[in-house]
């Protein structure tokens, strides 16, 4: 298993682990990602800022994470645990529906928390959606602590829940 920086030559496989994740999660009444977020564009975008990181498994991509310094609009009114300064935002947190629960999104985690230790960020900023009991569970387990609800109406009515876990004071 390994974790590095993904390609355009990997757009279609990464494209269809957020497809799939996205039906595996309406299957379950969770009506989180659709045809409007991800998108084939987000994903194209966060490969060109080189943001984008994918799980190799065997032959495989099986899960994938983004890493950036860039705070969406919908954050700027959350009163984070620490101030604007050397954050780390993670989206599209996935994992293709037949590679879960193999710890495989706990890899990306840990990866994504010793990069953050190791290139001097102060805290780990996310959003979940809040009908993802699993994903509350995932993220409250690793001492993300719960701030405020944002709202992206494209994906929902229900609200998502901001979290951030300090790494360095």
């Known amino acids: 298993m390994v974790i590095k920086k993904a390609s355009v030559q990997d757009l279609e496989q990464l494209l269809s682990i957020v497809k799939s994740c996205g039906q ?6 969770i009506f989180q990602w659709n ?12 490969i060109e800022l080189q943001e984008l990181w994918k799980l190799e498994y065997g032959n495989s991509i099986v899960g ?4 950036t310094e ?8 959350v009163k984070w645990l620490t101030k604007n300064d050397k954050n780390l935002y993670i989206h599209r947190l996935a994992v293709h529906p037949n590679f879960q629960g ?3 999104a706990q890899k990306l985690m840990n990866f ?25 569970q995932f993220y409250e387990k690793r001492n993300y602590i719960k701030l405020e609800s944002i709202y992206f109406p494209n994906q929902s009515t229900f609200p998502f829940y901001c979290y951030e876990k300090i790494i360095n004071v």
Do not use: C, M, W
């Not at 045809?35 to 966060?46: F, V």
């Open 64 to 67: 994938l994470i983004v890493l």
């Open 102 to 104: 193999k710890g495989f």
């Open 24 to 29: 595996n999660l309406i299957e379950q009444g």
């Open 112 to 136: 994504a928390e010793n990069y953050a230790l190791e290139n001097g960020y102060k805290s780990i900023r996310l959003d979940t959606f809040s009908q993802n009991k699993r994903n509350l």
């Open 35 to 46: 045809e409007e977020y991800p998108k084939k564009e987000d994903l194209l975008e966060d």
């Open 70 to 77: 860039i705070e969406d609009a919908e954050y700027q009114h």
